[in-house]
């Protein structure tokens, strides 16, 4: 969002547009630094920008990655120019099978399985780590459970960064590999993912340069999930959908679409036309959607219990401006059992063949229930956002599917499966 | 390469600027057909083309995937309008760091990895559908070890089309899931490859209305290799590297990329500048390798025995020509153990980020092993082909990798293990 900012910084810090970090709560602004919570409020900060004309021919005409969008980040105008993954611009994706099977008229997945490491987070980490690089930050650390791991220690060996990775050390073995294999630090913590992130918190206090993406410079971080809106109205031909449905963890990501879509109206480069934002949870850990259906403000906090792992949050940092997100636009936040995810995951497959991970699993199941239930209008369209790879969680499938028969080598035996012979 | 054509179809297929199958061995030509040998000698048909004036414009204002090299693929015009997987377009990485590691003086790295399937094959496979559609086939298969499978049930699914794959029993539980997901009729073989390999040729002259992409309509699926060295030039600025790396399994790619930059050349959208191709096999499985260091034309086939799976392909059908294209362009073909394919994986990742299957190992290592033997020039533009990705092949690594320790959840800890506190 456009904003006038009081505060002037004084040092050579280039984070483009980026002016200040303001805080959500009070309001209260201090100069852009690796800062994350309000000193007068605690409340989280959040980038505040002054951008200036900004035009669809000049995104157009720039790199094929989220870079395009370089004048609405908090990141140098050369930002490309640093060795980076370049994520994003990736399909979207007209999903007329899956419309139909759903009962939409009209209806587009965003497939952000294509990125470098094959989730949105090599978005949010390549803003960090290049507004990192600005903040004077030389190690790119995160607590995680799979995959943030995985955009980190990538992200940090293309770079040619340390990195300091934290997981918990049940994690499955399938995730430690995607992340170990880049060379940094893994570190394996006994405890639960709440001791990992505690121990970050910790850390990032001790080591002024260490660069814990998701702690001490998330109010950058976060900005970088903004792209994928504005890469969905780029690509609808530069307008805003009636309706698009997001996962739910922090609760990020949501908020992050919402600003983006009002940011594009607001700079003129989409109609501001109306649009609802639906979030969706898995039920076994579903404290937004708790309180969003009770009418409550205040999120409380569950412990997980879901296969939809990367969305396993208890305590959401982000749940309350999710609420007001939804309220706001006439959305609605729905939750959806790890059988329907499965199912989710497994419609998504067949219909588009697009293989997603548990949490992409919740998004499709969870616009199933919003449209039986009358909350998503079938006519409107909708933009389901796919955040990740089914790869990462064969896990969650794996009891699921698998050949439809073990046959010998024989022509009349393939006939007899078909039911042709 | 524009050839004048003899034949005129008579049908209404429309397959763009192809004209006819042409025999590779005693040039006979055909009509247009789902035929893939020379009814005269055997040998293998390819398509000849009949291309009309195309420009850099054209093609940059095209689709964002391989469907913007519409014109030079034996696809119709409007094909870009059939539900397709859209693959293609993936990152060309300007790969400093492992250029450092490798003592070459500008690298690039074409990350196929990003591909909706994650591997090159969705090129090929959206090339077959499309051919597949104007010749009137119904049902998409073949047989396969992995990655194929993977991007035929997927196209399938997205098309709604019905599949069916082929696989042996033996197959690593990742793979079967990875397919089985998009719910088309995936079959178990209890055999080997050859076996299924087998199996298809006799179901594809059983049943007229299947695709078997990589058998019966082999020759249009075969093209969309191309769409791999288009977009190296296009991303290089409209202009040839000096050196390509390309991993061999039945040889068709690195003979497709070599047909691509001569036909860039030849069509004037490049300025046709001598350029190498080199091929790299894993020792275990490497016939073409031998052959070239022995400096024979036949191929012996050999059993494959590496864990370079998707490379396994002991008699490969397109070894001689692989042999043709290396001779003309004074390149190699060179083979390395498994212990350096890992070494290879493990290169690439902790030097630039980017996770690949046991092919990519193949690829990185043997560019390290023809560097290092003086077959390939340090100071030429060398460009290597990742063909797939390090998710679909975890156990190559596993037992190489893991986290640097396991510790208790205190900064003490981790200080130690970083040597640091």
Known sequence: MTSSVDVQTTTPLDLGPARALSCRECGHRIPLAAEFACAECFGPLEVAYEFGTITRADIEAGPKSIWRYRNLLPVPADVDSYPNTDPGLTRLVKADRLAAALGVRSLWVKDD????????KDRVVAVALAAARQLGFTVLACPSTGNLANAVAAAAARAGWESVVLIPSSL??????????YDGALIAVDGNYDDVNRLATELAAEH??????????????AEGSKTLGYEVAEQLGWRLPGQVVVPVASGSQLTKVDKAFRELGELGLVEPTPYRV???????CSPVAAAFKSGEDVIRPVKPDTIARSLAIGAPADGPYVLDSVRRTNGAVEDVTDAEVVEGIRLLARTEG?????AGGVTVATAKKLIETGQLDPDAETVLLITGDGLKTLDAVQDHIGPRATIPPSAAAVREVLNRG
């Not at 002024?208 to 971080?221: G, I, K, L, Q």
């Not at 697009?354 to 548990?358: K, P, W």
């Open 172 to 181: 499955e073995r399938a995730k430690i590999l995607t992340t170990a294999v």
């Open 113 to 120: 399985t294509g990125n470098p490491t094959h989730s949105f």
């Open 354 to 358: 697009i293989f997603a991970e548990t």
């Open 278 to 284: 639906f979030g969706a949870q898995a039920t076994g």
């Open 208 to 221: 002024e340069d260490w660069a814990f993406v998701n702690v001490n410079v998330r109010p950058y971080y």
